[in-house]
């Protein structure tokens, strides 16, 4: 079966437990749906119809209206570009690098070589917390806040009256180059606007601009543009693969003006891929350990799925994933290594049912290649023939 448009969503961080080499990584026991649920009445029923909660144990569901399935990740690391490259067939066995105690005096000396600017801060904020701390210093002195999120990034701040925002990403574009040595390994400098008064300060998110690394290879994305396909990228997506096989780009500032720009992208005609990030999940309530802000985000994606249901076509597939875990019960603010789930829905599918498990994401990467007749990746398997 082949299908016009296929719809990729992409829960950020949503796990459904740990992997076979999660020692490796100091995650033992961590399982972001699975914690959540244990300590959360969560309210999902129409997650709970596609086999979302059965991802959790794999239990087969005879009355299932989607197929349903766990992917395995076989990239290094446990961060946003890994999980995604992955995803669109793109093998990377050196993860990003992290920087929760700060970053080295080498970079820091370096940013104010670059730039002519002062740092301050240098610490892991998970929140505008370092922007209310260190904000009037900033402007005093015209210095640069540099911080990370316990994510692989680089987050540079300052104000917009004391640096505007054009200088700042010029600021970051040099940081970026900078950053690019093996050494450092930094997956992302974010340029980190922010405007208003002492105790008052804001971020300028419309104005947040992401500086990624190039993918290390053509991914899936690149093979769809080459053949004339739309590929459709909303929220984080463009900032992840650094614009690279994106032929659309939609901004979105949270979930929830993702998943409606997700849904208005229903109502367009057009051939190939849209691809949406909800980066919530993990920016908002992951990294912070908040388990309730996390399942009412949950909740509130329930609520909205009837709504993508009902606007596929009859040639549409949608896919739900995630692409790495960030358990809000966990010990620090750091993700997890953890398996994600695999929802495959279509009005067409006329024997949804528990798949077995992908051995990597690249099988979602795959699948789409197939249905487009496009390149396949390097690696990972195709499961269209056995949608039917």
Known sequence: MKFKRIFLMVLDSLGVGETTDASNYGDTGANTLGHIKENY?????????????????????????AYYTIAKPTNAGKDTLNGHYEMMGIKNNIPFKTFNMGFPFDILNGIEQVTGRRVIGNK????????????????????????????????????????????LYQYCERIRALTLKEEWRVGRVIARPFTGTPGHYKLLHSNR???????????????????????????????????????????????????????????????????????????????????????KAIEELDVEIPIMLNKLETDDLLIITADHGNDPTFQGNDHTRENVPVIIYSRNLKNPKRLQPFETFANIGATIADNFDVELPSFGTSILDELE
């Open 41 to 65: 009445d969560l309210f999902i029923p129409n997650l709970k119809k596609i086999g979302f909660l059965d991802t959790l144990n794999m239990n087969e569901n005879r009355d299932v209206e």
């Open 124 to 167: 892991c904020c998970i929140d505008d917390s370092i922007i209310q701390e260190l904000g009037e210093r900033q402007q005093n002195y015209g210095s640069l806040i540099i911080y990370t999120s316990a994510d692989s990034d680089l987050q540079v701040a300052a104000h917009e009256d004391c640096i505007p925002v054009p200088t």
């Open 209 to 295: 601009r992401d500086y990624s690394v190039k993918p290390p290879e053509k991914s899936v994305l690149d093979n769809l543009i080459e053949n004339s396909y739309n590929v459709i990228g909303i929220g984080k997506i463009n900032d992840i693969f650094d614009g690279q096989g994106i032929n659309k780009n939609i901004k979105a500032s949270n979930n929830i003006e993702a998943i409606n720009k997700f849904t208005d992208i229903m109502d367009k005609n057009f051939t190939g891929l849209c691809m949406v990030n909800l980066a919530d999940f993990d920016s908002l309530y992951g990294h912070t350990r908040d388990v309730e802000g996390y399942a």
